[in-house]
């Protein structure tokens, strides 16, 4: 044999065999190999900048960390990140590994799923734990594992406390920056700084409450072999407390999603090639596992009827979960001890009925067509009944709220470097803009002043007046995270336009650069650029429709995870969206070209504007009659003060 040769082989022998240090697991190291394989053919537009990373200098540890992330990563996180991103990212958590007394004793799975992903819900993704390794470890130095777990989410609400936002959930670094976030943002920011220590995290959210409106966030964080809930960014003197802790104690479900296929202990509610839903009830509340029957009129079983377990919140009927029925027509959940409705549904057929988890275990639903069109349901719903919960010691918890006191301070300090009215005021001045629209959007700004001062400043004085028109059109949170060359790319490649259209449909329709809940990038003139030829000689939408329809590629289950929307420049270059994703670059690519167009506010399919009239657009089939939507009116009559319609 030729020696080159057989030391070649000797060299590949040595790396398989030190393979394995971090996936012992032959079932997940199977699954893992086959996704990583399926993962490449759907982003093999991106390749280069997102695989090509596996041809840079690795150890076996790193490489396979790496395949796990690339294995189960949703479409979101392949279309706008590198592999750099990602590599940097699992150097800083393997580091964990080493850095903290507790690094080597997180068993492999919890460290794969909890602490290793940088995704933790639908957020932007950011370098966080790479940016505040350093301060994180030396806040944490010489603690045990559970006072490391209560010392970073006191430094978390030093950074942050809770604010109403919209949707869209900031970035962990967007997030500090601002100072606040609603609990999707807090416990996002939480997870992403216990993981940054290397203390396994997760998300954890009950879809709605039982006894009351509204639902809520938070992290479980294991710590000594268990896992444990905490309040994010509302730092108790010990875990398993919160101001939630009695709420939780009557959730009906409470939920939790694991990057990755997963095979640990927790029920799964539902399972994807990509992550899994698992089922955390049982750590909160009394539950019961119910099973659900569907079949037809013929007493045949149905698979794949799509189960809806319905909660009562918010004057809804609102899914907590839904589940297909598997090959022999059933499904179970397990839920906390109150009162739904199950709704089980199949083509044109459906049936549905009320029942109290405590009195029941199997239910079985026969779906039908034939149902009354006009009658009175009259059913009382029944939340489970609330339970004592853990309260500090006195001692214990006044020296919690001394922390408090003296973390609101520090963040308030933080805050007052925040530009005041008096600084707007005369910034306004010296730009010659409008005093009382550049105060507000300054004010709103908080923490990203300077980005949105930066892009006032650098824009030329014939624009300035468009400049603050873009700033009010967006989204408050964009104010907050988007930066001054983002901004100014929007402005400079869309101002051309301005004379071609009304001011107010210029403003709303072309030049606004928020269309959804996407994260706001350059993308104006990177879809300029590219697809100039497509009007070289005049502007007809049926170029742009079509070209997406020959050129994206639909994968309706491959973003489950993120939920998170690909930027318009991510589809273009990946060539692979879901649909939400897709109707976002064709708003955003019409834009471009000075084309009004929206996502319709009511529908959200994607139109544009022709002839005096939005024109709805549908790629999946041509335009169906049914779908073209018109205005309709709804009176409401108060019969009982003897109004009449």
Not at 34 to 50: C, N, P, T, Y
Not at 57 to 72: I, S, V, Y
Not at 118 to 143: H, M, P, Q, T, W
Request: charged share 25%.
């Amino acid at each position: 044999m030729n020696k080159n040769l057989l030391i070649l082989i000797l060299l590949i022998f040595c790396f398989e065999a030190s393979f394995g240090q971090l996936i012992t697991n032959k079932v997940l190291k199977a699954k893992v190999d086959s996704m990583f394989i399926v993962q490449k053919e759907l982003a093999k537009h991106r390749s280069g900048d997102l695989f090509g990373i596996f041809n840079s200098k690795m150890t076996a540890e790193e490489f396979e960390a790496m395949k796990f992330l690339f294995a189960f990563m949703p479409l979101s996180d392949m279309a706008d990140y590198s592999g750099d991103f990602y590599f940097s990212q699992v150097k800083s958590a393997l580091k964990t590994k080493t850095d903290f007394s507790w690094g080597k004793n997180i068993p492999e799975e919890v460290f794969l799923h909890f602490v290793l992903p940088v995704r933790v819900n639908n957020e932007n993704l950011d370098s966080f734990r790479i940016c505040v390794y350093d301060e994180l470890k030396a806040r944490v130095k010489g603690l045990s594992m559970k006072n490391a777990a209560l010392e970073i989410n006191h430094w978390c609400h030093e950074k942050v406390t809770y604010r109403g936002s919209d949707a869209r959930t900031s970035s962990p670094l967007a997030t500090m920056k601002t100072s606040f976030g609603r609990c999707g943002e807090e416990s996002t920011f939480a997870v992403a700084a216990f993981r940054t220590v290397g203390i396994p995290a997760r998300q954890v959210y009950t879809p709605r409450w039982a006894h009351s409106d509204d639902n809520h966030a938070w992290v479980e964080v294991w710590v000594d072999g268990k896992w444990h809930f905490l309040g994010a960014c509302e730092p108790e003197a010990d875990l398993e407390m919160g101001w939630f802790a009695e709420p939780a104690k009557r959730a009906m479900l409470v939920h939790t999603r694991a990057y990755g296929w997963y095979n640990g202990p927790e029920p799964v509610v539902m399972r994807e090639d990509r992550f899994s839903e698992l089922n955390l009830i049982s750590n909160y509340a009394p539950s019961k596992k119910i099973i659900v029957k569907v079949i037809n009129e013929k007493n045949k079983i149905i698979q794949n009827a799509k189960v809806d377990f319905l909660l009562y919140n918010y004057a809804e009927f609102f899914p907590i979960a839904s589940i297909k029925t598997k090959q022999n027509g059933t499904t179970e959940i397990e839920c906390g001890l109150g009162d739904l409705i199950v709704w089980a549904s199949y083509d044109n057929l459906y049936s549905y009925k009320k029942i109290s988890i405590g009195t029941v275990d199997t239910l079985c639903l026969i779906l039908t067509s034939n149902h009354k069109s006009d009658y009175v349901w009259e059913e009382d719903f029944i939340p489970p009944v609330a339970r004592t919960v853990n309260s500090a010691d006195v001692k214990d918890k006044s020296e919690n709220d001394r922390l408090l006191k003296k973390e609101d301070s520090l963040r308030t300090v933080y805050m007052k470097t925040f530009k005041d009215t008096a600084w707007a005021e005369k910034f306004a001045a010296s730009l010659n803009l409008d005093k009382d629209s550049v105060v507000k959007i300054i004010y709103n700004s908080y923490g990203n002043w300077s980005e949105v001062s930066e892009f006032l400043k650098i824009t030329n004085n014939e624009k300035k007046v468009w400049a603050l028109r873009l700033l009010h059109t967006v989204a408050d949170k964009d104010l907050r995270d988007v930066s001054a060359k983002v901004f100014c790319d929007h402005l400079e490649h869309s101002i051309e336009f301005k004379n071609k259209n009304n001011s107010d449909l210029f403003t709303e329709n072309i030049l606004n650069p928020r269309i959804s809940f996407e994260q706001l990038s350059p993308w104006r003139s990177f879809l300029q650029n590219k697809l100039a030829d497509l009007f070289a000689h005049n502007k007809d939408v049926r170029k742009i429709i079509n070209w997406i329809k020959n050129n994206i590629n639909i994968d309706t289950r491959a973003n489950l995870h993120s939920r998170a929307p690909l930027s318009p420049i991510g589809v273009y270059n990946l060539r692979v969206s879901d649909i939400r994703s897709r109707n976002i670059f064709f708003v955003a690519l019409c834009r471009s070209f000075g084309i009004p167009s929206r996502l319709n506010p009511q529908t959200i399919e994607p139109e544009y504007y022709e002839n005096s009239k939005w024109i709805p657009v549908f790629f999946e089939t041509e335009v169906p009659e049914k779908k073209i939507y018109s205005k309709g009116f709804v009176q409401l009559v108060n019969k009982s003060l003897g109004l009449k319609p």
